[in-house]
């Protein structure tokens, strides 16, 4: 059958309200079923980099049922930023901008909240939009520890309102299909997965302009603790007791109060839909290693968090996941394989679908293999570049009462364990256990 990806849309949808992602998360709490015109009014807290390609991305999908009555950002350029972009889509009104995003939350004109915020802010922010009564798109990871996901996913399940956690690959039509060719057994039994991001960059590069080493990402030129409220940024970190710093601020994910670095960043988006492909959920042992081999020193960089970095999973019911990422070389890109005994599926930078039969060898005939190979390339829908605008529709339409959502805060804190699991085998230097029962990590 060729890919369609229109089809393919559709079978998404039909798929989602099928039931078949029963196993891997808990049931979303439906709203009530909504009036055609309905707009949902949305709050938007953080128009950082990620903050404003996500609002971009609903308005390139979901522009008919939002309006986006407020904006949230502690650094001025990006709240007129994303103030902007609510202009540019919407140019009738201009939304309240706040820096506090207390305030935000106790506008009564916003019943949908966007959390882009950097990793250690997504638990109080989160648990304070849980206690405000509004629906929460929160980017990945869930948050910063196992245990404030934890006390997300409870809030959020007792709370009867939507929440869509911003990993965004379950709502990606490639995965949707690799998911529905190891249901249908087109590889056979899977054991094995092999992940891996990889990335390079120029030490040669202007800083100003572009980002010469691993996240350490252009800082406004015009940043400074007037324009940039370094103490709410500070909220939820582990050291309160920290002089304001540019670097800290933009570059957060290099530091260890406020990111878990690759494992929390990046290889948390390759668990989540390792489990959503192959129907699995926790790993049961986590044994990681890595460090700073690039981009230390030598670079004048005092970043904490490994810029080389291997994870393996053990899951229970003969299930392996092999992890790795390097920050110095991106000759292999992005992608997953996953290994059946009769065929592999290979998901490359997130566009392309690879399929191949493993041959069969018969004495006396030549090597043979009843399937054709299968190349799905440069797979994009709405120009998105990332799934993110149909994972946002997804969202809205689940408040709407319309969908269920695809990546509820269980799934999200499904997602996040194996990467908390990497940070803790990484940092105490040996395999670390989950117990699923008791829902905790132990050491032995
Ligand atoms: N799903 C994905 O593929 C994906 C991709 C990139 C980033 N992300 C996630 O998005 C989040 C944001 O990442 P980013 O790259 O945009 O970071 P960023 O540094 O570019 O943006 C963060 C924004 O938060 C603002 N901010 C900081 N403290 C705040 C506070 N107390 N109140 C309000 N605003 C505050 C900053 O001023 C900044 O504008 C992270 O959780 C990251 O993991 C997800």
């Not at 390079?200 to 324009?227: G, L, Q, S």
């Not at 605008?389 to 959502?405: I, Q």
Request: glycine share 6%; aromatic share 12%; hydrophobic share 35%.
């Amino acid at each position: 059958m060729p890919f369609e990806p229109r089809e393919t849309d559709v079978a998404r949808r039909t798929f989602l309200k099928s039931g078949a992602l029963a196993a891997l998360a808990a049931p979303a709490v439906l709203s009530a079923q909504s009036s055609p015109n309905e707009r949902l009014r949305v709050g938007w807290i953080a128009t950082g980099s990620r903050g404003q390609h996500v609002m971009k991305q609903m308005y390139l999908e979901s522009k008919d049922v939002v309006t986006v009555t407020a904006v949230c950002d502690t650094y001025q350029g990006n709240l007129n930023l994303g103030k902007d972009i609510v202009q540019t889509n919407e140019p009738s009104h201009a939304p309240k901008t706040y820096v506090a995003y207390r305030d935000l939350l106790a506008d009564p004109n916003v019943d949908v909240v966007f959390i882009c915020s950097p990793e250690h802010l997504h638990f109080p922010m989160a648990m304070e939009a849980i206690k405000a009564g509004k629906h929460i798109y929160l980017e990945k990871p869930i948050a910063h520890t196992i245990e404030e996901g934890q006390q997300i996913v409870d809030a959020s399940e007792k709370s009867g309102k939507v929440l869509q956690v911003g990993t965004q690959n379950r709502s990606n039509k490639l995965y949707i299909r690799a998911k529905q060719m190891v249901e249908n057994n087109d590889i056979g039994e899977v054991h094995y997965v092999r992940a891996f991001w990889y990335r390079n960059f120029d030490p040669k590069a202007d800083p100003a302009k572009t980002t010469p080493a691993a996240w350490r990402y252009v800082i406004p030129p015009d940043a400074n603790p007037e324009n940039t409220d370094w103490l709410r940024f500070l909220e939820g970190a582990d050291h309160k007791n920290v002089a304001f710093s540019k670097e800290r601020y933009f570059q957060w994910r290099n530091y260890w109060d406020y990111s878990g670095g690759i494992s929390t960043d990046l290889l948390v988006h390759q668990t989540d839909i390792s489990n959503f492909v192959c129907n699995r959920t926790l790993p049961f042992s986590c044994m990681a290693s890595g460090g700073i081999y690039q981009w230390g020193p030598a670079f004048d960089d005092d970043r904490d968090v490994p810029d080389t970095f291997s994870a393996i999973y053990e899951y229970p019911n003969r299930f392996h996941l092999n992890y790795s990422c390097y920050f110095a070389n991106d000759q292999y890109g992005y992608g997953e394989q996953f290994l059946g005994h009769d065929g592999t599926i290979e998901v490359m930078d997130r566009q392309n679908l690879h399929f191949y039969p493993q041959p069969r060898f018969i004495k006396g005939h030549a090597p043979f293999s009843s399937k054709p190979e299968l190349h799905l390339n440069n797979i994009k829908d709405f120009q998105q570049e990332d799934a993110t605008a149909d994972h946002v529709h997804n969202f809205l339409m689940a408040v709407l009462g319309r969908e269920k959502n695809i990546a509820p805060a269980r799934a999200g804190q499904i997602a996040a364990i194996p990467g908390h699991l990497a940070t803790l085998s990484y940092k105490n230097g040996h395999k670390v256990y989950w117990d699923d029962k008791m829902n905790k990590v132990h050491y032995s």
